[in-house]
C-alpha cells in the first residue's frame, strides 16, 4: 500500500509533468511573435549579444520542460525552466524596450508557473526573478538611474512585479 504522502507526492509529479508543456508553450509561442515582431521592426537588436541568449535560453528552457516531462527526473526540477525563462525575460524586455515595450508582458507566463505550479518554492523565485528583470537595466549600464523615468520604471516595475506575484500566490493558495 502506498503513504499518503507518496500518493500525494505522485500526483504532484504527474500534474506538474502533463502541465509542463502548457506552462511552456505559451511562453515560447509569445517569445516567438517577439522575435518576429524586433526582427520587422527593430532588426538591430537581432545583434545584442544579450537579447540572443536570452531567445536562446527560451528554447533551451522549452526541450528541457519537454525532457524532464518526459523523463524519471522529478518533477521539481522543473522549477528551473520558469527561472530560466524571468533571466530571458530580463534580457529580452531590456534589449527590446524603446521598440516594443510590450515584450514586458512576458513576465506573466513564467511567474503564473512558478506560482501555481511550485506552493512552496515558486513564490520565492518568482520574487528573485522580479528583481533580476527590475535590476538586470542597472547591471547592464552599470548605474543607478539618471532620470525620473528611469526612477519610475525601476520603482514601478519592482513594485508591480511583486504585487503580480503575491496576487497570484494567493489565488494559487485559494484554489488549494
Known amino acids: ?23 511552456q508553450l505559451p511562453f515560447l509561442l509569445s517569445c516567438a511573435v517577439v522575435a518576429v515582431i524586433v526582427a ?7 545583434r545584442d549579444p544579450w537579447y540572443v541568449a536570452a531567445m536562446a535560453v527560451v528554447v533551451v528552457g522549452s526541450v528541457l520542460a519537454a525532457v524532464i516531462a518526459r523523463s524519471r527526473i522529478p518533477s521539481a526540477v522543473l522549477i528551473v525552466v520558469p527561472a530560466l525563462d524571468l533571466l530571458a525575460v530580463a534580457a529580452i524586455r531590456h534589449a527590446t ?11 506573466i507566463f513564467p511567474l503564473l508557473w512558478l506560482v501555481f505550479g511550485f506552493p512552496s518554492g515558486g ?16 547591471m547592464r549600464e552599470g548605474g543607478l538611474p539618471r532620470t525620473a523615468d528611469g526612477w ?4 514601478g516595475g519592482l ?7 503575491g496576487a497570484a500566490a494567493q489565488a494559487a493558495a485559494m484554489l488549494r
Open 1 to 23: 500500500m502506498t503513504s499518503p504522502v507518496l500518493a500525494s507526492r505522485s500526483e504532484t509529479d504527474a500534474r506538474r509533468r502533463r502541465g509542463s508543456t502548457r506552462a
Open 40 to 46: 520587422l521592426i527593430e532588426p538591430a537588436v537581432q
Open 97 to 107: 524596450a524603446a521598440s516594443l515595450p510590450a515584450a514586458a508582458l512576458l513576465v
Open 123 to 138: 513564490v520565492p523565485v518568482a520574487v528573485a526573478g522580479a528583481l533580476v528583470i527590475t535590476l538586470f537595466p542597472l
Open 152 to 155: 519610475a520604471d525601476l520603482v
Open 159 to 165: 513594485l508591480l512585479t511583486a504585487l503580480l506575484v
